[in-house]
């Protein structure tokens, strides 16, 4: 069905519902009219005078009735969700009609008793709110009739105005009908005691458990959109503890567009996101936006996790042209039809082919001459290439040379590297070969017209070859979760807000900078291991082991975003810093050079020529 049949139909509805309520308003006049003048003479035999000044005027008292009614808007507000303004706008628009044909009879010396009229307004105002408060009314009894044979008894967390709309919604549609709510629960406790909508506020969130045993809870529904992550965090963890269908109303809603009836729909199950990461984080999307529209964007890597967000993101502010390059044809695939679906009119290419690939990266430059550059394509899983250690080198640090020196080539204005915090005294191949990247931008960036920076960050929730992915199909075969350490400790942050930060240091970018950002507190990933057990409504230690495997190699104990030798500068977002570049030695890229020789031929010291040029690596003994 195309948009304009899906427009008529709907006119056709809304046309049909007026003309509904335009007839009904007919007849209420009428019923009132005769009523009232019934009702002033005790129901007996009406004076003709009387009786003529109403029967053969009527039709002009009904078009006086109906033109108030529709000037102040009684024929296109929703009904189903009126309130006492809705009433205040039915008293004012009666009172105005009976005030109006007073005048005009008056005006023509038609007679009616004074006491007529106060009884006429009365009665329309109690037939018109009637008729508009019927739907309401019917939903509110048949919620109240019902509610003790719902299949469902629901406790909702948070007594503040979400839960109000989340009730009164729920009492009016059909569709939640099996939906029985007993209880709330505060944290404030001024609101004990009280209730909403007749619904009591029990207690807070440490009665959960009592309150759930109390009234045979069966749904638990988080209801405070405001509240930070780790409140979040804490509240999952007691609810956690039964066997409650947990479910949330998330902080998106604050910043919906959607009609506040919608709130329901936004309820959904909790996701570990929701209690994981960070606080929401802020950016600047008008800047993010006029930074990207109208620009050919190229996104290496664009199949990946963070990749596809670049692209998601990007897609957004419509660009001239977004570029996916992608090795791995079914990622590229996935992304580009997920985009076609969401955004039906962005230009987009997607091409395969590797960044190793000097030649085939070149053909893209020459034919589309990208404006900006997110270069995401890497090998990054750290125990994987502690074993194929060429292959860092040839994919990471070759990739992003050969992309490099074509955004110089082709004029591209500017150059964006992923990075990570692996690349700070690095343990590892993989840290290492990030490291050169980021040297390789700050070299080139002084060489170049191009500015190119780099922006450095932690885990992210959800990722490719992220520990939460493994968790899960782990605990979904029936554990054990493995932890290499007790103590590891990692930065993490949900893949959007990494994005986001990305894009965001962008528009700040002048050049040769590292952009460190704020990844807030370090999380364990022991607790974490807990947690998402926990998530899956299961018991750690009871229904799925937690098994210490001792650290991999490469692996470190934690993460560092910084060395000490680099420094921080401000930037206008608090979350966005910027690492002072540090001295590179002289022979750098001849040193670079032949260190991706040595990978070509897959030479065995590779990780000791690494180390000749990243002065922070310290490789690890290989037990023989």
Not at 104 to 121: E, N, V
Request: aromatic content about 10%; some cysteine; proline content about 4%.
């Amino acid at each position: 069905m195309s948009k304009n049949e899906k427009r008529k139909i709907a006119f056709s509805k809304k046309a049909s519902r007026i003309l509904g309520l335009v007839l009904f308003d007919v007849a209420l006049v009428v019923i009132a009219e005769f009523l009232a003048l019934w009702m002033r003479f005790d129901f007996r035999q009406i004076p003709d005078n009387y009786l003529h000044a109403v029967t053969y005027w009527i039709p002009i008292d009904c078009i006086i009735t109906i033109t108030i009614f529709a000037i102040v808007g009684l024929y296109t507000s929703i009904w189903r969700y009126a309130s006492t303004l809705e009433f205040i706008s039915i008293l004012g628009s009666c009172a105005g009609a009976v005030f109006l044909i007073y005048l005009y009879k008056h005006a023509m010396l038609l007679s009616s008793p004074r006491s007529f009229w106060f009884i006429f307004f009365a009665l329309l105002v109690f037939f018109v709110s009637g008729v508009r408060y019927s739907y309401r009314l019917s939903r509110v009894f048949l919620y109240a009739l019902g509610g003790k044979n719902r299949s469902k008894n629901v406790m909702i967390i948070g007594a503040g105005e979400a839960t109000r709309m989340l009730i009164d919604e729920m009492g009016r549609n059909n569709k939640y009908k099996n939906l029985n709510i007993c209880c709330i629960i505060d944290d404030d406790k001024q609101k004990r005691g009280t209730r909403i909508r007749r619904i009591p506020i029990v207690g807070n969130r440490n009665q959960i458990q009592l309150m759930i045993e109390k009234y045979k809870i069966d749904q638990i529904i988080i209801s405070i959109p405001s509240a930070s992550k780790e409140t979040i965090a804490k509240i999952v963890t007691e609810c956690q503890k039964t066997k409650c269908e947990i479910q949330i109303l998330p902080s998106l809603f604050l910043t919906m567009d959607e009609k506040k009836e919608n709130i329901v729909a936004q309820v959904r199950p909790i996701k570990y996101e929701d209690f994981l990461g960070r606080d929401q984080i802020v950016v600047n999307n008008e800047e993010i936006t006029d930074n990207l529209t109208g620009k050919t964007i190229l996104v290496t890597g664009g199949g990946g996790s963070i990749g596809s967000e670049l692209c998601r993101q990007i897609a957004k502010a419509e660009p001239k042209l977004l570029i996916i390059f992608d090795i791995y044809e079914n990622n590229a695939y996935d992304i580009q039809q997920e985009l076609y679906r969401t955004y039906p009119k962005l230009n987009l290419e997607t091409i395969i082919g590797s960044v190793r690939d000097y030649a085939r990266l070149e053909k893209v430059f020459q034919k589309f001459h990208p404006d900006q550059v997110y270069h995401a394509a890497a090998h990054k899983h750290v125990p994987l290439m502690e074993v194929s250690p060429n292959e860092a080198i040839k994919n990471n640090c070759l990739g992003t040379l050969n992309t490099v020196k074509l955004a110089d080539k082709y004029g591209v204005s500017k150059f964006v590297l992923v990075s990570t915090d692996k690349a700070v005294r690095p343990t590892n191949i993989m840290g290492a070969s990030k490291r050169i990247c980021e040297m390789i931008i700050q070299t080139y960036d002084k060489r170049s017209k191009t500015s190119y920076v780099a922006v450095r960050f932690g885990n992210v929730l959800g990722s490719n070859g992220s520990v939460i992915p493994l968790f899960l199909k782990q605990i979904e075969s029936g554990g054990p979760v493995t932890v290499t350490h007790k103590d590891i400790t990692r930065y993490f942050m949900t893949i959007p807000e990494a994005v986001s930060l990305i894009l965001q240091a962008s528009v700040y970018a002048e050049g040769g900078e590292i952009f460190v950002l704020d990844m807030g507190k370090p999380v364990k990933i022991y607790n974490l291991a807990r947690q998402i057990i926990r998530y899956k409504g299961l018991e750690p230690g009871k229904d799925i082991k937690i098994v210490i495997t001792g650290l991999r190699p490469g692996e470190k104990l934690y993460e560092e975003m910084l060395m000490e030798e680099e420094g921080l500068k401000e930037t206008p977002n608090k979350l966005i810093h910027i690492g002072k570049p540090i001295r590179i030695n002289g022979t750098f890229l001849e040193d670079l050079d032949a260190l991706i020789k040595v990978a070509g031929k897959n030479g065995d010291e590779i990780k000791e020529r690494t180390a000749a040029i990243v002065s922070t690596y310290k490789p690890q003994k290989e037990n023989k």
